[in-house]
């Protein structure tokens, strides 16, 4: 049983256009993550949420908002991408509170082209 | 922002080798965790520091967090080529809904 899982795990599509990525987990988290992976491998975070309410949100452009419509899901919708956007798209979950373990989704590799 | 740095940033070695990889911050973390990242997956969680001056093992790894809680190091004895991968530290703050800044990772190539 896979403990967060995304999808697609490869996503090409053009400039301009709007994707979505859809997070799962079933470890019963009430946090969810995303974090996005550049090319040099800096993962940095982008949202947090806690029982469906954002808590975290790293000045990401409003380009991308995401979605929790349960606490064992969070979608990242990203409207108008750019080239800048390529990279690969992480989700992850963890208990809440605690210096507890993030748990991984196997990431989405976005190319903008 | 927190930010914390490593090094170094890649290390190629030969199977048998130690190394020691470092994680440094100008900040104060409640706690700092270690995760290993292998091609095409996502990280996975190694171990956890708390408490400043702490030492944990994990078979041929030993971590370290600093006495300050500002810095840890991690140190691998008879590398072996399963060790092969990306290495990340990353820091959790104290309060509220923790945030967890990670450092840029150390590239990690055992060679047989």
């Known amino acids: 049983d896979t403990a967060v899982s995304q999808t697609p795990k490869y996503l090409v599509t053009q400039m301009g256009n709007d994707k979505s990525i859809k997070c799962e987990q079933n470890?019963?988290?009430?946090?969810m993550y995303w974090y996005k992976q550049d090319s040099k491998k800096f993962l940095k975070i982008m949202f947090s949420y806690n029982n469906k309410e954002l808590i975290i949100n790293e000045t990401v452009p409003n380009r991308f908002s995401p979605k929790s419509p349960d606490k064992a899901h969070l979608n990242l919708h990203i409207n108008s991408l750019e080239l800048g956007d390529s990279a690969v798209y992480f989700c992850?979950?963890?208990?809440?509170?605690?210096?507890?373990?993030?748990?991984f989704g196997q990431g989405t590799r976005l190319t903008v082209v | 922002t927190q930010l914390l740095e490593q090094s170094p940033q890649f290390l190629s070695i030969q199977e048998g080798e130690n190394l020691t990889v470092y994680c440094n911050s100008s900040s104060v973390f409640s706690s700092l965790q270690w995760y290993r990242q292998e091609p095409g997956e996502g990280p996975v969680l190694l171990v956890t520091?708390?408490?400043?001056?702490e030492v944990k093992k994990l078979k041929r790894l030993t971590f370290q967090f600093g006495d300050a809680r500002k810095d840890s190091s991690l140190h691998i004895t008879a590398a072996q080529t399963g060790d092969t991968g990306l290495y990340l530290c990353?820091?959790?703050?104290?309060?509220?809904?923790?945030?967890?800044?990670f450092g840029i990772g150390t590239k990690l190539q055992v060679i047989p």
């Open positions: 470890l019963g988290h009430d946090t």
């Open positions: 520091v708390v408490t400043g001056g």
């Open positions: 992850a979950s963890s208990q809440v509170g605690g210096n507890t373990e993030a748990f």
């Open positions: 990353a820091g959790r703050n104290s309060g509220g809904y923790q945030k967890v800044t």
